[in-house]
């Protein structure tokens, strides 16, 4: 049984609807400090909605979500502020803003903190480029010279501004070629190892699940069915959960992943 010190995030009971459309009823879930969860689920069933929910984003019309001790839908406003200095999202495409450069991007979580020089922050945005593999020069560069996976790169960086200890990511290696993919898993899995972080992570990938996840939670029947590791979903007896574990895509990541580890 988990010790309660290691649980950095608990959902429980979470409902959320959008009219009379039901996404999630009851849902239940709990992340360790220092893992990498992959969120799975078919179409619909509230990946991304989940995520923004844990994040602050979306307020549930059930429930309750606690982050770090902290109860994320009855905080009041200055301990909200200080919990989201202690994690980083990172959406889809990088959702970087247009009219400023990746340095400046990076550099927006940062200009909440009070007496921060400068000089200093640039410095800071400098560093955390650098940790997402993108080159000097790209920090001068605005998100349309920037090609799809140096914007995902770009996109980490500003998650990591404030360096944070959950990173929430959504859907990271959608669009990017095989190769992009892969080195993009690397940069996540190494950059967790490195910092400590704790990894939320809404994927369709199932080569990311296979190289990074520690473990995976699945999504369906509005809730989270179940969780566990990569060995055991594949003993799942559930149609949705059987079919995407064990159809021709899943072996195909099986595969290049036990060539990687052989």
């Not at 199932?206 to 069915?225: G, N, Q, S």
């Amino acid at each position: 049984m988990d010790d309660a010190s290691d649980i950095v995030i608990r959902v429980k009971g979470l409902r959320n609807a959008f009219g009379t459309h039901v996404v999630h009823d009851d849902l239940d879930l709990e992340v360790r400090r220092g893992e990498i969860i992959g969120v799975v689920g078919g179409s619909g069933t509230g990946k991304s909605v989940l995520l923004r929910t844990i994040s602050g984003l979306q307020r549930p019309s059930a429930g309750s979500v606690d982050v770090l001790g902290v109860d994320v839908l009855n905080a009041d406003e200055d301990t909200r502020s200080a919990l989201e200095a202690r994690w980083g999202v990172m959406f889809q495409d990088g959702a970087l803003f247009s009219s400023l450069t990746v340095r400046e991007n990076v550099e927006v979580p940062m200009r909440a903190v009070i007496g921060l020089d400068p000089d200093v922050r640039r410095h800071l945005a400098d560093l955390k480029i650098s940790l997402t593999g993108l080159p000097y020069l790209a920090g001068d560069k605005y998100p349309s010279e920037l090609s799809g996976g140096m914007r995902k790169r770009a996109g980490l960086a500003r998650a990591l501004a404030l360096d944070p200890e959950i990173v929430f990511l959504d859907e990271p290696t959608a669009g990017l070629d095989p190769i992009g993919a892969t080195a993009f898993d690397n940069l996540i899995k190494g950059l967790s190892e490195a910092m400590g972080l704790t990894v939320f992570l809404v994927t369709h990938d199932l080569d990311t699940l296979h190289a990074v996840c520690d473990r995976i939670a699945v999504l369906a029947e509005k809730k989270v069915l179940v969780t566990g590791t990569m060995q055991e979903m594949m003993k799942v007896d559930h149609p949705w959960v059987h079919d995407y574990f064990h159809g021709p895509r899943a072996r195909a990541a099986l595969d290049a992943t036990e060539q990687d580890q052989g």
